[in-house]
């Protein structure tokens, strides 16, 4: 086998990468998409602006794996993605490319095969992650008693709206796990990457000021009629009285209105209180994802 680095110049390699994603099971902490350009068009932003290097295991011309170096430059992270873990060692060369001052990091799925990881000393659980799901027939629709309170909902508007919603994701995110600051243009990117191929959904309760108190961002795919729950957050100051259960079923309500049928996201294993109010609502786990730390 070999190992050769991505030639974003040649679309064969792209599409080659791109069938072997499509070959396998989902893995790792993201799935990846299955529209082609979307795919390509992502991939290609994150290896020009020098935060993603791709390299591609070959035998005897076909790709049999895949080894991806992410790059979270402000948090001195770099997470790895592939299918099989033991390449990772298999071809240490790629520890070359990585910041010798960068903690390395992987995630993996409760489905994946473990067997490497469970044996391997180089390999330390750090953090997991709930996958769980919503279909729109297990809804329990508690808006009539949570609806109600000292907030009003406002739809997010990116002419006016981008700077707030940058603001209070970055706040309520900031300590969190892996998360890297943004500016106002990584959110326009990541919503006009969402809206090639989906609907988006944000929406916030404000004050009588105008103020962001919480928001909630979900996007569905017409074509799946599934969706994502990709963030909810909430100032603090404001939490632990039911705002978030509010601005979540406000949410919920609208995009299983515009045709979504089931809705997923992940979760904090260890965040206790939105689990609870996700299970109320009757989302279900599907799955884990078990973070590392990968020692050389």
Known sequence: MNLKKLDIENNDEFKDYYNFLNSVDNHGHINFSNNYKNFTNKLISEIKKNKLKLFLIYDDKK???????HHQAHINRTILKTFNHEDIFNFNNIFDEIDSKN????????????????????FKKIKKYNFINLEIKEFINLSEKY??????THKFNIKNDLENLTFIQNECFKSHHGYEINSNNDIKEEINLIEQNNINHIEALVSDEGNWIAYCWTYYNKETKSGRLSMVGVREGFRGNGTAKVVIINSLIKIFKLGCNKIELEVD???ISAKKIYFQLGFSITNNLNWYEVTK
């Open 269 to 271: 294993d260890s965040n």
């Open 103 to 122: 903690l390395i990091e992987i995630g993996i799925r409760d489905s994946e095969n473990q067997d490497y990881i469970n044996s391997s000393s180089k």
């Open 147 to 152: 609806i109600n309170n000292n907030f009003k």
């Open 63 to 69: 790709i049999v794996n895949y080894i991806v170096i």
